[in-house]
């Protein structure tokens, strides 16, 4: 069993930054690749960004690029993500997720491809 604990969230001003760290327990980190999506209330849970069990490979949402980076530290069993120039629609729950296996390009987008997740962190970008 693998469990995660995402933090980092909160508020912050419009064009502001934020870190999102989630923290893996239970299994070797480094055989999983990991994700992070979010949900605003209303709205279907979305993919954010998912980065390969080595980190070789990442992969981001069009709505994000250039503005987030994924990132992770096998030594250190954490999965991050550095949020830069906030948005008032980037404004969410995030969830990190993990799934086992994949080769060295295994960034999956689709959320049904996890089978851990996390419990949450939001964040909240003020205009």
């Known amino acids: 069993q693998v469990q995660l604990v995402e933090s980092g969230g909160g508020l912050v001003q419009a064009g502001g930054s934020l870190r999102l760290s989630c923290a893996v327990s239970g299994r070797t980190f480094s055989n999983y690749a990991m994700g992070w999506f979010r949900q605003a209330p209303g709205k279907e849970r979305e993919f954010v960004s998912a980065?390969?069990?080595?980190?070789?490979?990442?992969y981001y949402a069009d709505s994000v690029k250039g503005r987030f980076t994924i990132s992770r530290d096998n030594t250190k069993n954490t999965g991050n993500l550095r949020m830069n120039s906030l948005k008032p629609e980037d404004t969410a729950v995030y969830y990190c997720?993990?799934?086992?296996?994949?080769?060295?390009?295994?960034?999956?987008?689709?959320?049904?491809?996890?089978?851990?997740w996390g419990q949450g962190t939001q964040v909240t970008v003020s205009s």
């Open positions: 997720a993990a799934v086992s296996g994949g080769s060295y390009y295994y960034t999956p987008q689709s959320y049904d491809k996890y089978d851990y």
């Open positions: 980065i390969s069990w080595n980190g070789g490979c990442t």
